[in-house]
């Protein structure tokens, strides 16, 4: 096997702080002498989610088992997962911060299913994966993201059982959604319907077209860990790792 060094553009910051939940993690826990040091375990984790890299990849790169690479992958992701804010948490910080309005979008987690999957189907992308909700601020910012459900859910639907609609409601805030979240309510203000609108209608459309842009960024950003554009693990961890990446992208724009 060849080796050669490479480079991770993230920053130190993005780092050090999952390096000190996994040292806090292991006092707590009263974990044992291991092979990698928490900065070491903190680098090979990162290395996995950004570039994608193999659990056998990871195992030559840093010297260790494919199983200890696979326990320090599922372990650092979990920790980071639980630190990922509540939505009433980033809903009450939005008023707080005085947005006028909030980005509500969907995305498609690319999965590793064979044809017989039909529930992780999703028409809209025509392709097996699964459904994530994401919410921005108006610049973009990642607040946000929820759990997984099957590609073949609706994001209307997917926005209703987290919870997302009820409590945009409750907090007063301004939501904007593409069309695939029409029936919403009065509260996520989504694009005006049919053929040949009036002028006002279109002017409308255009002008929230622009300002939901920023949110659509927000995918983006989270497909840049590769390991997001297509899993090839259990679809059900889809929801934990997009938390997980969420929190490190939050550290890395902060």
Not at 66 to 87: G, I, K, N
Not at 197 to 223: D, F, H, I, V, Y
Request: hydrophobic share 40%; charged share 20%.
């Amino acid at each position: 096997m060849l080796f050669y060094r490479a480079a991770l553009p993230l920053s130190r910051r993005t780092l050090t702080y999952p390096a000190g939940v996994i040292r806090r993690h292991r006092k707590a826990i009263g974990s044992p002498w291991r092979r990698l040091g928490p900065g070491r375990q903190a680098l090979l984790v990162l290395v996995h989610l950004r570039k994608g890299e193999t659990f056998a990849e990871l195992a030559a790169g840093f010297g260790v088992g494919t199983a200890t690479a696979w326990r320090y992958v599922c372990e650092t992701v979990a920790l980071l997962a639980r630190r990922s804010p509540r939505l009433e948490q980033v809903l009450r910080a939005a008023k707080r911060t005085g947005y006028a309005f909030v980005i509500l979008d969907g995305t498609l987690i690319p999965i590793d299913r064979v044809a017989a999957d039909r529930p992780h189907y999703s028409g809209k992308h025509q392709r097996d994966g699964m459904n994530i909700q994401v919410i921005a601020a108006p610049d973009g910012t990642l607040l946000w993201t929820s759990g997984s459900l099957p590609g073949s859910v609706h994001d209307l639907t997917a926005a209703r059982i987290w919870g997302i609609i009820r409590r945009l409601e409750a907090a007063g805030l301004i939501t904007l959604a593409d069309k695939g979240y029409i029936g919403a309510g009065q509260q996520v203000l989504v694009p005006y319907k049919g053929r040949n609108k009036p002028t006002p209608q279109k002017m409308a459309n255009s002008a929230r077209a622009k300002l939901r842009g920023p949110g659509e960024r927000a995918n983006a950003q989270l497909k840049t860990w590769r390991i997001l554009r297509k899993l090839r693990c259990c679809p059900l961890r889809a929801g934990q790792l997009v938390k997980a990446i969420s929190v490190l992208q939050m550290r890395e724009a902060g």
